[in-house]
């Protein structure tokens, strides 16, 4: 008998914020579509994620989403091998999920195991590999996070980490979540997550509250990422990176 093929890993690119705090630049281009080093922002992780071999990436859009469809449509005529799958938030509910709303919104587009990344995040050295998803696959946790050293804007961090690699909420040195994990659909399944599969009603949730609680039973992995990062959340920022 024919080797059963393991499912493809899908990879959700979160572009739907409507980016207040970078306004002007914000208010006739959604975030994820600003360039860097000539290139729309969120491309740089979705080129890393076609390099790694993770072919479908779903991306939830929101605030101009018809602008990231029609950029994203021309780029994915370009790479055939791409598999690309829209989650519009905006023209189904009127209003941007959160990203637990977003991500329970587009579960029947992903696996079991998938990559979650935020679209207005540069960190160019980051490798999606496939050991680090069989990795995650064969341990018990609901999700695994990659955190930086703390930035100027969030002093405080976000999660500890202790030697066993397992994620805390409460440490003495804390780290910034870089937003990009991998995470198993039973995190946005009850009894973790409330919401209705698929969230039909459009619930917007954030997805700090289902972390916190994984992590206090200890179903949550980390490790450091030390390459090059940002969260381009301001005009400063972008500018910064030139």
Request: net charge negative; hydrophobic share 45%; aromatic share 8%.
């Amino acid at each position: 008998m024919p080797t059963p093929q393991k499912p493809a890993i899908a990879a959700m690119v979160l572009a739907a914020g409507r980016g207040n705090r970078m306004r002007p630049l914000t208010d006739h281009t959604p975030k994820p579509l600003l360039p860097v080093h000539g290139k729309p922002l969120m491309l740089w992780p979705m080129e890393a994620l076609q390099a790694g071999g993770f072919r479908r990436v779903v991306v939830n859009t929101a605030w101009l989403g018809e602008q990231i469809a029609e950029q994203l449509g021309a780029w994915a005529a370009e790479h055939p091998q791409a598999e690309l799958v829209f989650s519009h938030e905006e023209e189904d509910f009127g209003y941007a999920l959160e990203t637990a709303g977003g991500i329970a919104r587009a579960l029947p587009s992903l696996g079991e195991v998938f990559w979650v990344l935020a679209g207005d995040v540069y960190a160019p050295d980051f490798l999606f590999s496939q050991d680090s998803v069989a990795r995650f696959t064969a341990s018990a946790a609901l999700a695994h996070l990659w955190l930086v050293p703390n930035p100027d804007h969030n002093p405080g961090g976000d999660f500890g980490l202790n030697a066993k690699g397992l994620a805390l909420n409460e440490a003495p040195e804390r780290f910034t979540y870089s937003t990009i994990g991998l995470f198993r659909r039973a995190l946005f399944e009850a009894p973790w997550c409330d919401i209705l599969p698929g969230n039909p009603q459009g619930t917007a949730a954030p997805l700090a509250p289902l972390l916190r609680a994984a992590i206090a039973e200890g179903l949550v992995s980390a490790e450091l990422h030390t390459g090059r990062w940002t969260d381009v959340g301001t005009p400063e920022r972008l500018r910064e990176l030139g």
